[in-house]
């Protein structure tokens, strides 16, 4: 049981800090982010998208609103996803995703399994 939640800990930490450093990337701008989004038409939307990146963060780590913080980050990342489909980008928005739903099922796998007693983590 230790295993599963230092495992359950590590993967939310890691989620977290992609996404987070990711909206700090966009709140600092630097020329060569700035160019790269400019490229698939959402630079003058930094601030803002770097500000949902956080927020949305924020509620994910916090157990009571993790549920609709997961709900927000899965679009906004599908969101992002459909973009760099459209655009013939890499997918850079697919790792954070996967571990936002990994960290999510290992915290409260009743997201995903809602007939089932969910043993939560945090």
């Given at each position: 049981m230790k295993a599963r939640k230092i495992?359950?800990?590590?993967?939310t930490v890691?989620?977290?800090a992609m996404?987070?450093?990711s909206g700090i990337?966009?709140?600092?701008?630097g020329e060569e982010f700035v160019s790269a989004m400019t490229k698939v038409g959402i630079a003058e939307y930094l601030v803002?998208?770097?500000?949902m990146e956080i927020g949305f963060t924020a509620l994910f780590l916090y157990p009571k609103t993790m549920k609709i913080g997961f709900i927000l980050l899965s679009c906004y990342f599908a969101g992002a996803l459909a973009t760099e489909l459209s655009h013939g980008?890499?997918?850079n928005a697919l790792l954070p995703i996967v571990l936002v739903w990994i960290s999510a099922f290992?915290?409260?796998s009743s997201i995903f399994l809602p007939n089932t007693t969910a043993q939560k983590i945090f």
């Open positions: 495992i359950t800990i590590g993967v890691i989620a977290s996404v987070v450093l990337m966009k709140l600092t701008a803002p998208l770097a500000l980008t890499p997918f290992l915290r409260d």
